[in-house]
């Protein structure tokens, strides 16, 4: 009795094995269920790079933070408010610093407050939209802080270079510490340090 191989009973004329076709090797995803997986592994992978981009950028934009340079009075920089030499009086410098690198220098937050209260007067062709960082020297550690960030005692037996002064504290409880070890009347933040407030300060009014 002949064998029959036809094509009818092997028709991917598959080589025969112990009498049986070998099966067909398996075939590559495909169709919905192949489409629906892939698609499915694409959005995830799509969502962790997202991720990954987020916290790089942050990353970056906190190292960013942590590296801003305030620059230091020259030798010849003057207050633009007082006109007195600001390097002498290195516990109390303040620095007004604009985004095209140049800066501004005062031997006092008082002044500070009187430069940026009014721009026209003291800083001809400059305007608060330019500016890119205002720091002051803060009063425990004699380090440059945020001004925006600082808190301010005003009524405090401590004079600066200018007389009574805005007196420069990085935290609230160091604003409260010294307003107790040093007769203060008054913390305030940067948002509320008005020209009525610098005007009383200047005078001794509090």
């Not at 002498?88 to 985004?99: L, T």
């Not at 800066?103 to 430069?115: E, I, R, S």
């Amino acid at each position: 009795m002949s064998l029959n191989c036809s094509t009818s009973s092997n028709p991917l004329q598959l080589p025969l094995v112990r009498g049986r076709a070998e099966s067909a090797p398996p075939l590559i995803r495909g169709g919905r269920e192949g489409f629906w997986s892939n698609e499915f592994f694409g959005k995830k992978l799509v969502i962790r790079l997202v991720i990954l981009s987020f916290f790089t950028l942050w990353a970056a934009f906190a190292a960013a933070q942590e590296g801003v340079v305030v620059p230091k009075p020259g030798a010849k920089d003057l207050c633009p408010v007082c006109g007195m030499l600001v390097s002498k009086y290195p516990n109390w410098v303040a620095v007004v610093k604009y985004r095209d690198g140049h800066a501004h220098f005062f031997d006092g937050a008082k002044d500070m407050f009187k430069y940026l209260q009014d721009l026209h007067k003291y800083a001809p062709g400059h305007r608060s939209e330019e500016i890119a960082g205002i720091h002051v020297t803060e009063f425990y550690s004699l380090g440059k802080v945020d001004a925006r960030k600082a808190f301010f005692v005003i009524g405090s037996d401590v004079l600066g270079p200018m007389g009574h002064e805005f007196v420069p504290l990085e935290t609230r409880a160091d604003a409260e510490e010294f307003l107790k070890d040093h007769k203060g009347k008054q913390i305030l933040t940067f948002e509320q340090v008005t020209a009525d407030v610098v005007e009383r300060v200047d005078n001794g009014k509090f």
